[in-house]
């Protein structure tokens, strides 16, 4: 049972939409799906709450704030959506669960350099547990510079950059209705379907 955490310590940087939508591919490809949302904002959670019941289903994980309990043996896969500040016992219990971690990262020098420290925390976990670790940047275009300094940070860490994710409302629009890209048409979501085929590649090995 792949379990997929969604985590970067720094807030708004789009950890929802990116769990959402994972949840929303692997539901689309026929999986069994849980979905958990261990933030105190509980964005996701409160999505699941808006997804239509003709929607395929994905199912609610019970996240406490004081545990992290296995998903039933009936799931195949999972996905958790975490707290900005991720740390302590809390982010340890995580990476030993996880099998894979996807890091949505900005292209702001800003951002960049905040989350330094918790790509080296997390990489202490990746030989014990031969735990996979990739970067989405969000809200970037892929020709840019900043999209080259992006990759050019990341390079030097190891880590691939599974995608650039555009800044678009279609994001937004779906998440209201507790929808994905996956959900929808292909045809109305064209441009950010091609976006997402390195993360899914990447998902699906």
């Known amino acids: ?16 939409t ?7 591919y692997f539901a689309s490809q026929g999986h069994a799906v849980m ?6 904002q509980q964005s996701s959670r409160l999505w699941l709450q808006l997804r239509p019941a003709a929607a395929r289903p994905i199912r609610t994980w019970e996240v406490s704030q004081d545990l992290i ?12 959506d975490t707290p900005a500040g991720l ?31 918790f790509l080296d925390e997390i990489a202490e976990f990746r030989h014990a547990d031969k735990l996979k670790i990739g970067i989405v940047g969000m809200r ?34 779906l998440a209201a209705r507790g929808l994905t890209l996956f959900d929808v048409a292909p045809g109305r979501v064209e441009k950010d379907l091609q976006q997402w085929q390195g993360i899914c590649q990447w998902l699906a090995k």
């Open 18 to 24: 990116l769990s959402t939508n994972i949840a929303g």
């Open 69 to 80: 309990a296995r998903p039933p043996k009936d799931v195949t896969h999972v996905v958790l």
């Open 140 to 173: 970037v275009d892929g020709r840019t510079i900043a999209a080259d300094k992006l990759q050019e940070f990341v390079g030097g860490l190891g880590l691939p950059v599974l995608g650039h994710l555009r800044d678009t409302q279609n994001y937004i629009h």
């Open 35 to 40: 979905l958990g949302d261990a933030d105190r």
């Open 1 to 16: 049972m792949p379990i997929v955490v969604v985590a970067n310590p720094k807030g708004g940087v789009g950890k929802s």
């Open 87 to 117: 740390h302590g016992w809390r982010f340890k219990d995580v990476m030993r669960m996880a099998d894979k971690v996807i890091v949505p990262l900005q292209p702001s020098i800003f951002d960049i350099y905040a989350t330094r420290s």
